[in-house]
């Protein structure tokens, strides 16, 4: 099964809101509301952000919301913030039971 | 707080077999409540997951690993491990073992322990 499809890169000014898109099929995220997102600095590990489509788990900043429709997942960060600057995977279960995640979408803050 | 730590060689050479142990702070890996996963991350890469064990007996793999993979559990320990046989240069990475909740997302995870396939 091929990795989930995001954007390789975005960036947006402070203040601003950006968008990551996360493509996959009708056998993952098009079928299941267990999509996650994950926050990555490097060097660190993964953090998770958001979980079944759109929850966020406690302490994690309502800046982070997360939305799907049809086989497309997206992660909503508003009022960027320069700690904000990280990479950005998705996740999703898909049939057969494997987990995908995606390739990863590295977030700038210019 | 849970807290999950991975050790193991930090260097293995081609064709020999990686293994790596996650020792579980806070929770039970037999509790039958989470899986436990480990996943890796190449140089660069993005995430793969690899695959977990449930329950401290019931696995399941990546189909593209699973002829080279074992996950078992030590309750004994609080441990699980991950054994990944006749590694090549592909298989360099940062593995991280985590928690993974019913709901299919991982909510805890290891700092990483990096491992270089190399003679």
Redesign the interface.
């Known amino acids: ?1 091929s ?1 989930l499809t995001q954007p390789a890169s975005v960036s947006g000014s402070p203040g601003q809101s950006i968008t990551i898109s996360c493509t996959g099929a009708s056998s993952d995220i098009g079928d ?1 509301n ?1 999509v ?1 997102w ?1 926050q990555q600095h490097p060097g660190k ?4 952000i958001i ?2 489509v759109s929850d966020r ?1 406690s302490g994690v900043s309502n800046r982070f919301s997360g939305s799907k429709s049809g086989d497309t997942a997206s992660l909503t960060i508003s009022g960027l913030q320069a700690e904000d600057e990280a990479d950005y ?1 998705c ?3 898909t049939s ?9 979408t590295k977030l700038t803050v210019l | 707080q849970v807290q999950l730590q991975e050790s193991g060689p930090g260097l293995v050479k081609p064709s020999q077999t990686l293994s790596l142990t996650c020792s579980v702070f806070g929770d039970s890996i037999s509790s039958g409540i989470y899986y436990w996963s480990w996943i890796r991350q190449r140089p660069g890469k993005g995430l793969e997951w690899i695959g977990y064990i449930y329950n401290s007996g019931s696995t399941f793999y990546n189909p593209s690993l699973k002829s080279r993979v074992t996950i078992s559990g030590d309750t004994s320990k609080n441990q699980f491990s991950l054994r990944l046989s006749s590694v090549t240069a592909a298989d360099t990475a940062v593995y991280y073992c985590a928690r993974e909740n019913d709901n299919i997302y991982f909510d805890y995870w290891g700092q990483g322990n990096m491992v270089t396939v190399s003679s």
């Open positions: 099964q990795a299941y267990y996650s994950y590990a993964p953090k998770l979980y079944d788990p995977y996740s999703s279960y057969g039971t494997t987990r995908l995640f995606g390739g990863g």
